[in-house]
């Protein structure tokens, strides 16, 4: 596989909405989202922003799509925002909640989305899923398309846990993580938002050092259960800098 081939997509939720499944553990209500001064979703852009937007600019091989999935009913002033994201020129969004009852609409407009951007002329297709509170190093893409060869789950298990609130650093080794990418083809595409986390059946990727960081805060119950389970992993901010781009 070439270095910059760009069959790696990767699915970034912002904001989707399940109406199917009543108020899940890992949202709020929709109005919910946009109260609040800075509400909800300034303050998951901020992340985005400063860690996993810089992360993804400062990739060693750039060969890769962010598709940005959001909420078709996201109100014109944040849509206009997120837009503003493709003049990146690797970003492109995609109004869609993903109900996990009809996975096949999603999956079709990510697969046209693809298409219509595409610059290469492979039949397979990477894809990754991550959230505006993870971060991914310098080297992900590339570890990312070398251990997909041959395999069609992956999951980078190695995985750091940063603090938000007060910088704390932890590491945590789960093979069962939700640093999913899969590998299928154009005509029989798997995304890797279609199954729940810890049920991957992934080949488990044991990195020698973390290529994913997962951000731990007070606004995401199911990321603060994994704080426990990690030990303590001091890093110099100079380390902590060169493993993680983060905009300052």
């Known amino acids: 596989m070439e270095k910059n081939q760009d069959n790696h997509i990767i699915l970034l ?11 899940h553990t890992s949202q709020l209500e929709r109005d919910q989202m946009y109260k609040g001064n800075p509400n909800w979703l300034d303050i998951r852009l901020e992340w985005m922003e400063k860690y996993m937007l810089e992360n993804l600019k400062n990739q060693d091989d750039m060969g890769f799509w962010c598709f940005m999935l959001i909420n078709p009913q996201t109100p014109q002033n944040y849509k206009d925002k997120l837009y503003s994201y493709e003049d990146l020129g690797f970003v492109k969004i995609i109004e869609t909640n993903g109900d996990p009852n009809n996975r ?24 990754s899923r991550l959230d505006t509170d993870d971060m991914v190093g310098p080297y992900w893409n590339i570890a990312v398309k070398s251990s997909s060869k041959n ?28 640093f999913v990418t899969t590998n299928s083809t154009l005509d029989n595409f798997e995304n890797p938002r279609s199954f729940a986390h810890g049920q991957s059946n992934a080949v488990s990727i044991d990195t020698e050092y973390p290529l994913v960081c997962m951000g731990i ?30 905009r300052k």
């Open 13 to 23: 939720r912002i904001n989707q909405y399940w109406e199917s499944l009543g108020v």
């Open 151 to 178: 395999n069609k789950r992956i999951s980078l298990e190695t995985v750091l846990l940063y603090n938000f609130l007060n910088e704390e650093k932890r590491i945590i080794k789960y093979s069962k993580g939700s």
């Open 217 to 246: 805060h007070d606004n995401n119950i199911m990321n603060q259960h994994w704080w426990p389970a990690g030990r303590p992993y001091p890093l110099e901010e100079e380390i902590f800098n060169q493993m993680f781009k983060i």
């Open 104 to 127: 096949k609409h999603e999956d079709d407009l990510v697969l046209n989305t693809y298409k219509s951007v595409k610059t290469n002329n492979s039949n397979e297709i990477l894809c």
